[in-house]
């Protein structure tokens, strides 16, 4: 079938690393290269930020990407684009007028606005949203830069797109609360690349253990928190990777570690090249990830692919990726996050528990096929759905609203 994603924001060919550049990125890329390596035909729609970049590019074998003109070609922070969501959704249109596709798929709330518009109804539209409003608001309150307008947009979209696929289980709560029909939701997670992130023999390096934090680097992934627990944990070294290293994040940072005294143990290196980052995890006796809240969490589940132990905060995917493989602790907590720490650090045979158990379960259910055919059933149910014909049975349910993915079957048994 013709699948379109829209990613307004995230482009699939950008570099990671920049405050709106991350997960979205690598998920859409993945996404559309597994649905067309499954011979379906995948094209991105994603706004025009350079003057350089040209009409149509290429992604995969049998995906590419459309830059939309849509506003300045320029990059801009995301916070910023709903204005030119009505000029974004006008090209959608004159596209779609020449060749429609079978099935639209919307990634992020301003992208599932323009795709509403653009189809008229017309089109079967499917919505991730990859994060929600009414969660930021909770985090990040009165530093929320969203537009007001965000969380009765993103309401709207649930009622109306043909189907919600959440990427994760506590994502269906946060609908569910918003007054999103529950069936209309699926939940699909995201997905890892087996390939790249694979268990292999670390290279030596110093002694002492490492733990590793990567990622963006802004406040709400609790960064800090990592640094502030780091003097409950003797002999220990952070490695900072992500963002830039001239950031003011990464400044700020720096600046905590210095009035700790912890600055000859914490490294911000900045971003590191994607093909490089397995070798990273690889490096490091545990990855930390504890962000005040987290859509889903790609960064935990590529370390448990690698072998890697994983301490998480027990937000978002993490409830379903980490939980029983790794260890979850409360956001903002720096003393839980220590004691965690010291108990892992201290235990080898734990560690080699951990890995091993998220290296299964990643490989279990969470490969970027694994991944697509799930994403492709709910499409045809949708298509279905809509053409009149009974729905699939699908995943061991019924129709859409009794679906739910599981995660590649048994879960391994808990770590530790």
Known sequence: MKVDLISEHADPRAALGGADAGGQNVHVAELAT????RGHDVVVYTRRTSPAQPRRAFLAPGASVEYVRAGPAAPLPKDTLLPYMAAFAEELARCWSARPPDLVHAHFWMSGQAALAAAGGDLPVLQTFHALGTVKRRWQGSADTSPACRVAAEREIGERVDAVVATCSDEVRELRAMGVPAERVAVVPCGVDLGLFRPRPAVRRGPGTRVLSIGRLVPRKGVDTLVRALREVPGAELVIAGGGAEDDEAHRLRDLAAAYGLAGRVRVIGSVPRGRVPELMRSADVLVSVPWYEPFGIVPLEAMACGVPVIASGVGGHLDTVAGCGVLVPPRRPQALARALREVLAHPARRRSMGQSGAV??????????????TEAVYLSVLRERSGVESLE???GGPLQDRSVRHGGEQPPAAG
């Open 361 to 374: 379960r990643a490989r279990q259910g969470y490969g970027w096929p694994r991944v697509a055919e799930l």
């Open 394 to 396: 699908l995943f061991g």
């Open 34 to 37: 597994a649905l067309a390596a």
